[in-house]
């Protein structure tokens, strides 16, 4: 049975970037895509980005200049960095594997994957505070 | 992006009764290829992540009570909870998958009155 630790510093000031691990037990990194979902306390939840099966990223265009998620095969982990922080990043960040709906193209040529989100990590709170 | 839009925002049910949770989507995500609603529902109570409860709008995940039922199309969508019971109180989300960015409704608080 699949299961996730997720890992990094909860507290930062303005400016500096939130680091976030997720690593995955039980089964293989590569088998299925995987994303960062955030939740500011006592509001709803945003999709940050995703890394797929085959490795590549997609992020939420809202975030997309601060956003990097990268993976570590050899691992089993993957990460996330938002940098330039302000209070409005603080939020539980989740990690959640998503089940893979449908593949689109834009006009432009890119590809884009869909999900609904069938497993959660415990989340960690990252606060934004000078 | 599309905006859902979820009523009411809390909800007070006596044990036993009928939960009715509404969500509607700023554009139709019903997708003509498959025919399917592009939806999905979570339960999130305090402290612990979301848990998915049903997808395709109407599709319950393995393991949910059969008492937790989906239904709509097109734009509005309904999840139901037949018969409430006390760890049933938390908070519910729809998601439109859809399209990317894949987006959540603000959530509706489920309370026992």
């Known amino acids: 049975q699949v299961q996730v630790q997720q890992w990094g510093v909860g507290l930062l000031k303005p400016s500096e970037t939130v680091s976030l691990t997720c690593a995955v037990y039980g089964g293989s990194l590569s088998d299925y895509s995987w994303s960062w979902i955030r939740q500011p306390p006592g509001k709803g939840l945003e999709w940050i980005g995703e890394?797929?099966?085959?490795?590549?990223?997609n992020y939420n265009p809202s975030l997309k200049s601060r956003v990097t998620i990268s993976v570590d095969t050899s691992k089993n982990q993957f990460s996330l960095k938002l940098t330039s922080v302000t209070a409005a990043d603080t939020a539980v960040y989740y990690c959640?594997?998503?089940?893979?709906?449908?593949?689109?193209?834009?006009?432009?040529?890119?590809?884009?994957?869909?999900?609904?989100?069938?497993?959660w990590g415990q989340g960690t709170l990252v606060t934004v505070s000078s | 992006d599309i905006v859902m839009t979820q009523s009411p925002d809390s909800l007070a049910v006596s044990l036993g009764e009928r939960a009715t949770v509404n969500c509607k989507s700023s554009?139709?995500?019903?997708?003509?290829?498959?025919?399917?609603?592009?939806l999905a529902w979570y339960q999130q109570k305090p402290g612990q992540p979301p848990k998915l409860l049903i997808y395709w709008a109407s599709t319950r995940e393995s393991g949910v009570p059969d008492r937790f039922s989906g239904s709509g199309s097109g734009t509005d969508f309904t999840l139901t909870i037949s018969s409430l019971q006390a760890e049933d109180v938390a908070v519910y989300y729809c998601q439109q998958y859809y399209i990317t960015p894949v987006t959540f409704g603000q959530g509706t608080r489920l309370e026992i009155k």
């Open positions: 554009q139709s995500v019903l997708y003509s290829s498959n025919n399917k609603n592009f």
């Open positions: 890394i797929n099966h085959s490795g590549s990223t």
């Open positions: 959640a594997r998503g089940r893979l709906t449908r593949t689109y193209y834009s006009d432009s040529g890119t590809y884009y994957n869909t999900y609904y989100f069938h497993f």
